[in-house]
């Protein structure tokens, strides 16, 4: 790849991301998964891991009792953060080395963490020893597959030992211990889930209360005592390792931790290669299972094969050749395996928010089309009586809506026509809205006209949207409580979603209820441009108390980001409206790292908006560059035809390839993170870090904006519909294409003038920019010639696309 800095670079055709320092970045990390759990590891070492039985469970915890949450933002890290690491002592010299870093922290002279799509791996070069350490995560078991390996590059012989370190960490107050199984060949840790009532004993006894460390190679000695272990000397310098032996002892009501010793002798050029697996376990037979699956020969590589297959046949829908290699190699490889981990997953919660399951299953519509059909229903079929839809979708039995699924939010029914417009345009069959909701024996189409009608039912006499206590904004909790506050950003995005639906009536011969919610979107737009258009922005909403907010007279919180984002998507705001949204955008909330969700953050509590001014200034929706506001900002700005504008905006989500920007985000280009930090007049220091939290609906919007409007390959019901809007900067581009079965090889070129037929199709003219008559199976290739000026986004008559139409 020519995409790279002194210290990332992407390698292997892209499909692997390398630091070559585990100093200037360390919070830098990645993820892996499978359905059942969660796995973040980042370049020192430490981890974070999660599991399902059903809800959220850890099997390596941290020194005290952890609250049960979900994953949180800015992880922070300290000694005894749980982690998967190996000491390397020179029985000869005493000197001790750690890989990858942690805990000893010696820098080493040559240093490689390579965070690949299916696997994660480090290289250490060191004292002449090179230290090969490396991780993947099954398809369908909660494990952890790992693989150590030594090798000699000295000119001599070496007596090293080699001390493989898993953290188990404090399991429960109630009862812990931990042993070493040489029948099991396996360090055990047993634990009970603190429980007190009575009838919490069903939910926590078949738990998977055991944490287990299986090996391949038996080892010379062990440790399971994490007091024991450390002694005085601690993690950076265990009592145990400066010993001849580890002191194979138990863990007796004490903190566990799993720690073997190989005492090796090396020849010059000699290695050694070590297997192990690690996760929980409910019991012995559990655990035995696991080891003849996995720890028999070939069972690593079978895994990996299936890991692989997986990201193989849910790739997505398009890959890219352009100009920039680094973001090439980042759509190709990395944005459709972070969609995917969404669907696959459901950013491991049984009961996710209901706005976020739909817009991560718009994203399946790209990777497995059957798949965000199936999310629909399960969707549809929890919809509440009235027609609104739950806070959250249960996705195991017996689970209860938690934490912000307890608190009333009025968007999620927007999301269901943003989903299905996604699906009917890459399907092209209108069928499924036939399909039965079996809950309620309703048709998708009056299912969703349901949560239609609930959002008209959801507005005060002017036509505003009520906000109750949050909309797509989960800390907005004080605008609305008593009844009267008002969202302005949903009133804006309910035009957006009752104008596709309408969309969507007509096709299916319904026009009396299009008519309907199109009076409906026209009463609710008119009623927005009264009450909340200020001059150059749209208000934000109106508290109980009736005070407009995200006003230029607001010290804090004068601009939001949402308002004038869905306002260009739904069509309310004209061309001038736009063009001074646009200018007020760049003057207050654009950053280097992106535009901000609100500006200037909120330094105190207003008490009539609520929580979210509360949180850090510059975190969160507090003003950071929230990426998947920013995604709906790139949609607005290609609605409008502004390519150049929404280039920029789209490729700050990624960081790099520039040394500093890596610097000052931390992170690598394996993900789109939740968000960037904010507040950037405010707090420059810290403005741009990244949180490095892989959950995002930015993730299915960039993917769907890649496909659908920067390289214009949307399909409509005639086909697919060819419309680009690249950047004006290129000269051409290319891409593949797979859709309805088909294979679209497509090559762009950009000029300074066209001719009228901008699209061949195997060399015949496409005068009206669609291929129709798609025959599943054939290979087509398509020639798109696209004119600078509209590549450019001369405002709203340039380039725009031909839906585009205001209200």
């Known amino acids: 790849m020519t995409a790279q800095t002194d210290f990332v670079r992407f390698s292997d055709d892209g499909t692997r991301v390398e630091l070559t320092c585990p100093i200037v970045m360390p919070l830098a990390g990645t993820f892996l998964w499978n359905p059942k759990m969660l796995l973040q590891l980042n370049c020192r070492g430490y981890a974070t891991a999660q599991h399902l039985q059903p809800e959220p469970a850890r099997y390596s915890h941290s020194p005290f009792m952890e609250q049960r949450t979900f994953m949180q933002p800015e992880q922070a890290y300290f000694a005894h953060h749980p982690g998967r690491f190996a000491y390397v002592k020179d029985e000869e010299t005493g000197t001790l080395l750690s890989v990858p870093h942690a805990p000893v922290n010696r820098r080493p002279q040559r240093f490689l963490f390579s965070a690949g799509t299916y696997d994660v791996r480090w290289r250490v070069h060191d004292e002449g020893l090179v230290m090969d350490m490396g991780v993947m995560v099954p398809r369908d078991e909660v494990c952890e597959l790992w693989t150590f390996s030594v090798r000699n590059d000295s000119p001599g012989a070496r007596v090293i030992s080699l001390y493989p370190y898993f953290s188990i960490g404090y399991m429960s107050w109630m ?51 994490q007091f024991a272990f450390e002694g005085n000397g601690g993690l950076h310098a265990p009592d145990a390792v400066l010993a001849q032996t580890l002191g194979c002892g138990s863990a007796a009501y004490e903190t566990p931790v799993a720690v073997l010793q190989y005492r090796l002798h090396l020849a010059p050029g000699e290695s050694r290669r070590f297997r192990f697996v690690f996760g929980p376990a409910s019991d012995l037979a559990d655990i035995v299972r696991l080891r003849e699956r996995f720890l028999v020969p070939r069972a690593f590589e079978k895994a990996r094969r299936g890991v692989e297959m997986h990201l193989e046949r849910n790739a997505g829908c398009v890959t890219i050749a352009t100009p920039d290699a680094h973001f090439d190699a980042f759509v190709n490889k990395f944005l459709g395996r ?28 790209y990777v497995d089309e059957s798949r965000a059909r199936d999310a629909l229903i399960t969707a549809l079929n929890q919809q509440l009586p009235d027609g609104n839809m739950p806070e959250g979708i249960v996705l195991a039995a017996g689970t209860e809506l938690k934490y912000i699924n307890q608190v009333p939010h009025t968007d999620h029914c927007v999301w269901l ?40 039912a959801n507005r005060d006499p002017k036509g505003l949207s009520l906000i109750a206590q949050g909309d797509w904004c989960d800390p907005m909790n004080m605008v609305g409580p008593q009844g009267r506050g008002i969202s302005g950003w949903l009133t804006i995005a309910t035009v957006h979603s009752l104008r596709l639906w309408s969309d969507v009536c007509i096709r299916k011969g319904r026009k009396t209820e299009a008519d309907h919610f199109l009076a409906a979107a026209r ?39 949402n308002p004038q984002s869905w306002a260009m998507l739904a069509g309310i705001a004209n061309d001038d409206e736009c063009r001074r949204i646009m200018a007020a955008v760049d003057a207050r909330l654009d950053t280097p790292y992106g535009t901000v969700l609100l500006a200037p953050a909120y330094t105190a509590m207003r008490d009539d908006i609520g929580r979210v001014t509360q949180k850090f200034p510059g975190t969160a929706e507090n003003g950071s560059v929230y990426n998947h506001a920013a995604a709906f900002y790139i949609a607005a700005l290609y609605a409008i035809g502004e390519a150049d504008r929404a280039w920029t905006q789209l490729r700050r989500m990624l960081p790099g390839p520039a040394p500093d920007d890596y610097l000052k985000r931390g ?6 993170p939740n968000y960037y930090r904010g507040a950037w007049q405010q707090f420059p220091d810290t403005a741009g870090r990244s949180s490095q939290l892989c959950h995002t609906g930015a993730a299915s919007w960039l993917y769907r904006l890649v ?18 809007q690249l950047p004006s900067h290129w000269a ?75 209200i």
Not at 779 to 797: E, F
């Open 417 to 456: 026509p943003v989903l299905l417009d996604a699906l009917l345009s890459e399907t092209g069959n209108d069928t499924l809205l036939d399909d039965i909701v079996p809950a309620t024996g309703q048709s998708v189409l009056d299912a969703v006209s349901a949560g239609m009608a609930w959002l008209i």
């Open 707 to 724: 496909t659908e409007q920067l390289f214009g390959l949307r399909g409509c019901p005639l086909g697919l519909r060819v419309q680009p």
């Open 338 to 365: 972070q969609v995917l981990y969404h669907g696959d997953s459901h950013r491991l919660t049984t009961d996710p928010q209901t706005r976020n399951f739909l817009q991560d299953s718009m994203g399946m519509v």
């Open 667 to 672: 992170q690598l280009p394996v993900f789109v």
């Open 732 to 806: 051409s581009a290319s891409a593949r294409r797979h859709f309805r079965g088909a294979v679209f090889d497509v090559r762009y070129a950009i000029a300074d003038a066209a001719d009228d037929t901008a699209l061949r199709c195997n060399g015949h003219a496409m005068p009206d920019n669609i291929v129709r008559n798609i025959e599943a199976g054939q290979h087509y290739r398509l020639d798109v010639v696209v004119t600078r000026a509209k590549s450019r986004g001369a405002g709203t008559d340039a380039g725009a696309p031909a839906a585009r139409r205001c």
């Open 175 to 225: 009862n812990q211990s931990a042993r070493y199984d040489k029948t099991l060949g396996a360090v055990v840790a047993d634990s009970i889930t603190p429980y007190q009532k009575l009838e919490d004993y069903a939910r926590i006894r078949d738990l998977k209360d055991k944490t287990f460390l299986l090996h391949d190679v038996p080892p010379d000695a062990f440790e399971t005592s």
């Open 523 to 561: 009463h609710s737009a008119a009623a927005a441009r009264e009450w909340l258009w200020g001059g150059d922005w749209f208000a934000r909403g109106i508290t109980d108390a009736g005070s407009r907010f995200g006003v230029a007279s607001d010290p804090e919180g004068a601009m939001y980001l």
